[in-house]
């Protein structure tokens, strides 16, 4: 998977030097290794790039102690021979599947500004120069975000806006958005003024700075409120889960402009994206030995993972789909399956107390409910005997497998 591309612009960030006065904290000391190669040879030419040699890195912005800087806040590495970096890699853990890049243009030999991308771990930096020379760093203590700021309703926003430009007001349905979920995420916004504006109302993913979706409106009349809708579809298909950000932008006749927010601002009219929902919906835990997948029962074994929990606490949709079969059966009492949308496999909920409001052939969106826990079939208390299946699906040629990692990161957040 090829690194994610932050941009970080030296100029954006006018909280830096008022920062930098409070903050002059040194996180981490030298450089920990050093790439042999100083120079790079590049279209049949020589160029010579001096070895960047980064000796310090400082937490410029939302510091969340003298050791951590928070995802979207600034850092600033110093050092030596680093007016030729054009990169820096956030590694993360080993491995290069949560790299994030950040493409830099230093201001001077002795120091790189850069923001800190939602989606970068805790981790080394990788410090290029050309194609060849790189200089790893010391790891960087990096927290999570803050979370997104709970706006539903419309409020003023107090984003950047030219002289006369109109006020805004914009508002975000919920702070996280499970994909999948009836009617998308919402997006409102309000213009004032007295004459029709030209609005552009941008989601950007907040991880790489990419623009997601665009949607133009050539004539807002002030004082109507708008709305958006963003179902979960990117470019590339499924958006990849993580935090994104509505952003307004309107024009007015005069040529003023006036933004929602900066992209600098990820808790504004943002929210996290996540691909599934914890279904339990109450206060539950994972049982003993007997309730793991694979665990011997008569004759079998446990094809999924039981989730203790009080009779009539509400299950939902780890993710929608279209319900594959709906039944009661001795072992399973009242059960459902679900095939999923945009995913391969098949989830199976069982021992409902009652039959699920559901049917075969419906549509089931993510985070809707689908029945309460209960104790019908073999069951000795109320849980949730939850399966997943891999394709062609339950009991269709796919096989069923151990789902107590993913319930676990879903109940995590969700
Ligand atoms: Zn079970």
New binding site residues.
């Given amino acids: 998977m090829p690194a994610r591309t932050f941009r970080s612009s030296d100029d954006s960030d006018h909280s830096y030097s008022r920062a930098r006065a409070a903050r002059t904290l040194t996180l981490f000391c030298g450089v920990c290794l050093l790439a042999p190669a100083a120079a790079s040879a590049q279209n049949g030419g020589t160029t010579f790039v001096a070895m960047p040699k980064p000796s310090k890195i400082a937490c410029v912005s939302s510091c969340e102690s003298k050791t951590a800087v928070r995802g979207g806040g600034s850092i600033k590495v110093s050092g030596k021979q680093l007016s030729g970096v054009s990169k820096v890699i956030f590694t993360g853990s080993r491995g290069k599947r949560d790299d994030v890049e950040v493409q830099v243009d230093p201001a001077s030999d002795r120091a790189i500004k850069l923001k800190v991308p939602m989606g970068a771990r805790t981790g080394p930096l990788m410090v290029w120069a050309g194609e060849r020379a790189q200089a790893k760093t010391k790891s960087v203590k990096i927290m999570p975000p803050p979370p997104p700021i709970k706006s539903a309703e419309l409020t003023p926003s107090s984003g950047p806006a030219d002289p006369g430009a109109p006020p805004l007001e914009t508002g975000t349905s919920d702070t996280k958005f499970f994909l999948g979920e009836r009617g998308g995420i919402e997006f409102k916004y309000r213009v004032g003024g007295s004459a029709p504006v030209k609005a552009t109302v941008t989601l950007v993913r907040q991880n790489d700075g990419a623009i997601v979706q665009t949607w133009e409106a050539p004539s807002v009349a002030p004082g109507t409120i708008q709305s958006i809708r963003w179902e979960g579809s990117a470019p590339e298909g499924v958006a990849p889960q993580g935090r994104y950000i509505f952003l307004l932008s309107v024009t007015d006749g005069s040529g003023a402009v006036a933004r929602s927010a900066g992209v600098d601002n990820p808790q504004r009219d943002a929210f996290d994206l996540w691909h599934f929902v914890f279904p339990v919906r109450g206060t539950h835990n994972y049982g003993q030995a007997g309730?793991r997948f694979g665990a011997a029962r008569s004759g079998h074994t446990?094809q999924?993972?039981?989730v203790m929990s009080a009779c009539g606490v509400k299950l939902v949709a780890a993710r929608g789909g279209v319900v594959k079969f709906k039944g009661y059966q001795g072992n399973a009492g009242n059960y459902l399956v679900i095939d999923l949308d945009g995913d391969d496999r098949d989830q199976a909920y069982?021992?409902l107390a009652s039959a699920s409001p559901l049917d075969k052939g419906d549509r089931v969106y993510t985070n809707q409910f689908i029945g309460p826990v209960g104790d019908t079939g073999d069951a000795t208390a109320c849980?949730l005997?939850f399966e997943e299946w891999s394709a062609p699906g339950w009991y269709d040629g796919g096989a069923p497998f151990d789902p107590l990692a993913d319930l676990q990161a879903w109940d995590a957040y969700s």
Avoid: E
């Fill in positions: 309730a446990h999924g993972q039981d069982m021992h849980h005997h």
